[in-house]
């Protein structure tokens, strides 16, 4: 089992920057894929960004050039760091650990709003 706990979400103007953290616990944190995901209202949970055990990241195209994921084993902890953030972002924010269909845990995710 893995524990994972959101945090850094919040409400923030268009343009501006704030940074998520995903603390984990229970697990091997090192090799799992750390995965961000987000879900708007009505709309489907959609990955934004993820990087392996291996340090390799993917992004969904709307977020290239703006966000940044990044992890730290040493703390057992995922980042995503969000710039130039437009409305279009908002959503529920959620961390994923997946290692295999059998491992794959979730946060209770975060709010990020983007409004002015």
């Known amino acids: 089992q893995v524990q994972l706990v959101e945090s850094g979400g919040g409400l923030v103007q268009p343009g501006g920057s704030l940074r998520l953290s995903c603390a984990a616990s229970?697990?091997?944190?090192?090799?799992?894929?750390m995965g961000w995901y987000r879900q708007a209202p009505e709309k489907q949970r959609e990955l934004v960004a993820s990087?392996?055990?291996?340090?390799?990241?993917q992004y969904a195209d709307s977020v290239k050039g703006r966000f940044t994921i990044s992890r730290d084993n040493a703390k057992s902890t995922v980042y995503l760091q969000m710039n130039s953030l437009k409305p279009e972002d908002t959503a529920v924010y959620y961390c994923?650990?997946?290692?295999?269909?059998?491992?794959?845990?979730w946060g209770q995710g975060t709010q990020v709003t983007v409004s002015s």
């Open positions: 990087i392996t055990s291996g340090g390799y990241t």
């Open positions: 994923n650990a997946h290692y295999n269909s059998a491992y794959d845990f």
């Open positions: 229970g697990s091997i944190f090192s090799v799992y894929t």
